[in-house]
């Protein structure tokens, strides 16, 4: 494979990635619709699509594995294509918190809707912004970006545990209403892991673009042109 | 570097994701212990611990990357340093569940001790069991073993879901003991996670040895002596 060949393959991988990152942050959207309308037509849309992931991931794997076999890379692409595995498994997990946000969904069919005093949608689109902002980092080899995706999951994790105890409240004065309360804990829960997930991803991008900085002393952008 | 010191060097690879391995499961039994008895000096040690996890991770992950760096590696090895590098980013999540088991018990700190209908201790321990399990099929390379793991895994998700709805039952009859009930809700997810991570690592292996098997036609002990 000519070198030329080879970074045409490394853009290729680049682009599937991106595509398993829409399928996860998709996955997500679709299984916090499926709470708020209680629609278990999206849970099974939900839970279809993440068998795609898991079949995507694999092949994101196998390209990656493939182009690490046939081509000694260079310092810089070893470290980009290490990061491409790493994000890839970050985001099939997005995928898991997204059925098993559906499966707290289908279990809440059996109970009224309540009204909770958490706004489940708005953390979920945090977590999903931090998710696209990782990405968007990995794209343009922006370390800076990469960086204040991690400062954003402060913000996550606060409104996680301020969700948490008003809906321990919740339990202790309504208890009636533990099974939605309950529910919504442990989605909230996995919302904030999805705003985890960001964060390694996050911190992927800086590995492999402080390593270029480290090991080249030039700017990602001389190696890697958008 | 010659073939011989490369195998070496694999080998000091495969040690230092074992005392990874060691870490982690240690940290999970710490943290159950500072649950079971509410012994705040103990989620001390879980935090200081996660320090170390993290250092750890940091450096078996550049071990990797200079062993793919320095040599062509065979599309075995490659399999291999894939799989340390993969099972290592889950071990370190290992280290983060008990850093949240942790995190619980100090909450619990303001609430007596409560009497609840589920057996945590039971559950850590078959989790870190799979942990344990998963690792020794890695050193094994025995496939066979890591599949073991994966069934392993519904008795964990089944535990945690029958923990689930008793604790959901305590905090409907019992709404005074609802701060107890979903800290224990949430340790037996983090500790069921902690089941998913031994899950990963298992499918890991057997992506390394089946791998190994058919790109080479022989077993893999012909391949890696113990």
């Known amino acids: 494979m ?3 060949r080879f970074h045409r393959s490394l853009d ?25 309308t209680r629609d278990l037509s999206i849970c ?3 839970d279809r699509g993440e068998l ?19 081509e000694q890379p260079m310092a810089i692409d070893l470290r980009f294509i290490l990061a491409v595995i790493k994000i890839n498994a970050d985001l099939e997990r997005v995928g898991d918190s997204a059925t098993g946000i559906s499966d707290r969904v289908r279990e809440l069919e059996a109970f009224p809707m309540a009204d909770l005093p958490v706004d489940t949608p708005k953390l979920a689109s945090l977590a999903t912004g931090m998710v696209r902002k990782a990405l968007q980092a ?13 400062s954003m999951d402060d913000n996550v994790d606060k409104l ?3 969700a948490y105890f008003t809906l321990l409240n919740v339990m202790k004065d309504q208890p009636h209403l533990a099974p939605q309360a309950l529910a919504a804990v442990m989605i909230s829960r996995s919302l904030e892991r999805v705003a985890d997930h960001a964060t390694n991803i996050a911190e992927d991008v800086i590995f492999w673009v ?17």
């Not at 680049?14 to 299984?31: C, D, H, N, P």
């Open 2 to 4: 000519t070198r030329i």
């Open 12 to 36: 290729d991988l680049k682009e599937k990635l991106l595509v398993m990152a829409g399928m996860a942050e998709q996955s997500i959207q679709r299984a916090v619709e499926a709470y708020r």
């Open 44 to 46: 099974d849309l939900v």
């Open 52 to 70: 795609a992931i898991n079949r995507f991931e694999r092949e994101v794997d196998q390209m990656a594995l493939d182009l690490l076999a046939m």
């Open 138 to 150: 990995f794209i343009e080899a922006d370390a800076a970006m990469a960086e204040s995706v991690l």
């Open 160 to 162: 996680n545990e301020t």
């Open 210 to 226: 402080r390593g270029a900085d480290v090991r080249h002393h030039m700017s990602v952008s001389e190696i890697h042109p958008a």
